[in-house]
């Protein structure tokens, strides 16, 4: 079955450490898409990405960076800038503007 | 810039009706809805686009006043598996979506 997988489910992170986010898509689409949610708020953009090797800033890059080397993969990477890390973390893909967009299941992220 | 939604939560009786609605101040290209439970991912439920027709899935459906940049999402007769967050989409440059704060839905027996 086509979709996306996010991973890991539940990841914490130690006090100066980087750590990545996977998310992975078989769908063949081409917009990639990372978002933040803090409870009981909305969905807020990281960064997204409309093709191989090109991606923009969103709402809230900062203390973020991405890499979009492969059409499948989209990972996230938080750094150690970012000093509210904690929250839910869900990937998304698309087939372009227009279409819907199909998310993971999220990764929680959480400071030791 | 964030779409506005209202009502920010709505609590319904089964078999009541709701409608939630979305403004932006942007011109906009498409409008999504989606739902979201506790702990989960959100799910699509349809999408507008400018220029498109009203959509509906079931007892869910939507419009879009393009003039206003508007859009309203309308659940007939709910049911208790309606409740949740429903968050609407914006796209007003062709290449993302930026989303409501979103309208908590609880329908009780």
């Known amino acids: 079955d086509g979709g996306i997988t996010q991973s890991p489910k539940y990841l914490f992170r130690k006090e100066g450490q980087n750590v990545t986010l996977s998310c992975e898509q078989n769908l063949n689409h081409d917009a990639m898409y990372w978002y933040r949610q803090d409870p009981g708020q909305g969905l807020r953009l990281i960064y997204y990405?409309?093709?191989?090797?090109?991606?923009q800033k969103g709402d809230i890059a900062e203390g973020y960076s991405v890499s979009r080397e492969k059409k499948e993969s989209f990972p996230l990477t938080v750094t150690s800038a970012q000093k509210n890390p904690t929250a839910f973390y869900l990937c998304a893909s698309s087939g372009g503007a227009g279409q819907p967009q199909h998310f993971g299941d999220g990764t929680r992220l959480s400071i030791l | 810039q964030q779409p506005v939604q209202s009502p920010q939560a709505v609590i319904l009786r089964e078999g009541e009706d709701a409608v939630i609605n979305c403004s932006s101040s942007?011109?906009?290209?498409?409008v999504h809805w989606y739902r979201q439970k506790h702990g989960e991912a959100p799910v699509f439920l349809m999408i507008l686009l400018k220029g498109g027709e009203q959509k509906g899935h079931e007892k869910i459906s939507a419009s879009f006043n393009e003039k206003k940049q508007q859009s309203s999402l309308y659940l007939t007769a709910s049911q208790l598996s309606y409740s949740g967050t429903y968050f609407c989409?914006?796209?007003?440059?062709?290449?993302?979506?930026?989303f409501g704060p979103g309208t908590s839905l609880s329908v009780i027996p």
């Open positions: 990405s409309q093709i191989v090797n090109d991606f």
């Open positions: 989409g914006t796209d007003s440059s062709y290449d993302k979506v930026i």
């Open positions: 942007k011109a906009l290209y498409s």
